[in-house]
């Protein structure tokens, strides 16, 4: 894909994520990788009304070579994700509402509880918080960035990646979608999970439909039906906690003397 149509295609996602309510005001930033260079948002502007001319080019260590306006700050978390998967091409970060709603709370999503999520996304980790725009953020994402294509920043957002910029896109959007969901499941009462059975046949189809992203598998992800520990409620009222109460005491007391 040539230059000019890489920057008409970041524009292209800015529009669908500003739309989307997956940034707010000046918020987000996206890249393409393009050989040994990288395309990327400026600061400072809203992403739904970017224009090509206002990107950026920065080296792969996100040092600006080109462009009017200053790299995005948080250019760093961009060079981090490209150091560590070759296969990866675009970026997309924003603060999705309910992905970030998920990120603020420290709730990752890695339950089974749709096939289309857990065929395509897999499990959503969430990294630990790092001061937005520094290298201690990009460096919360180093032990992740292999594992998993979509991740929860602390405090902050999400961040995803593809092999090109509307797989990045999708993977923000269905992310959304998906925590969405969750909370609006969980405000109806307790989710069902899928059994294990379920997400083995939907792994076999994965690779059928030669989705080559990490093995999420691996590392526990996604939690099914059969992992989910069952806890038990009792409930007593005050006369019956006492008459349990006194019969232990009775018990102990019998031992004692025997
Ligand atoms: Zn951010």
Known sequence: MDETTCREWICEIGRRMYAKDIVAANEGNLSIRMGNRLLATPTGVCKGFLK????V??????????????????ILMHV?????????????HGHPVYATAHAVAGIPLTEALMPEVVVTLGCVPVAPYGTPSTRELADSLVDLVPNFDAI??????AITYG????????????LEHFAKINILTRSLGEPTLLSREAVDKLFAVREKYGITAPEFRQFGCPVTAEDEVEVETVTLSRN???????QVI????KGVKA
């Open 52 to 55: 090509p001319e206002d990107l």
């Open 57 to 74: 080019i920065t080296d792969l260590e996100g040092e600006q070579i080109s462009g009017e306006m200053k790299v995005s700050t948080e």
């Open 80 to 92: 981090v994700v490209y150091k560590h998967r070759q296969d990866v091409h675009a970026i997309c």
């Open 152 to 157: 929860l920043l602390a405090n902050h957002g």
């Open 163 to 174: 092999a090109d910029l509307e797989q990045a896109f999708f993977k923000i959007e269905i």
């Open 240 to 246: 019956e906690l006492e008459d349990l109460l006194e």
């Open 250 to 253: 009775l018990e102990m007391r």
